[in-house]
Nanobody, 123 residues
């Protein structure tokens, strides 16, 4: 069992930055893959960024060059640094973990989820 608690969301102007954090507790492991998803109103949940236990990363085209996923295993923390934010980035952002070394692109591949944190980008 893994519990995830997110923080760092909020309201920001276009062009601004936010850093999302996710604190894990329970049966955590450095061998777990982790990811960030987002879901906008009326849209399906989509993968934003993912990282394997070996630190290989994936970014959605919409996030590449602006977002950075990172992890601190000693602190059981996962981060998403978001720069140059756009109004279309507005969504609820979720951190997710799967008990395996490799990441997958589908949300159904992840067993543990945070509660979600709202990110709103105004123009």
């Amino acid at each position: 069992q893994v519990q995830l608690v997110e923080s760092g969301g909020g309201l920001v102007q276009a062009g601004g930055s936010l850093r999302l954090s996710c604190t894990a507790s329970g049966r955590t492991s450095s061998s777990y893959a982790m990811a960030w998803f987002r879901q906008a109103p009326g849209k399906e949940r989509e993968l934003v960024a993912a990282m394997s236990s070996g630190r290989n990363t994936y970014y959605a085209d919409s996030a590449k060059g602006r977002f950075t996923i990172s992890r601190d295993n000693a602190k059981n923390m996962v981060y998403l640094q978001m720069n140059s934010l756009k109004p279309e980035d507005t969504a609820v952002y979720y951190c997710a973990v799967r008990p395996g070394s490799l990441y997958y692109l589908r949300s159904t591949s992840y067993d543990y989820w945070g509660q979600g944190t709202q990110v709103t980008v105004s123009s």
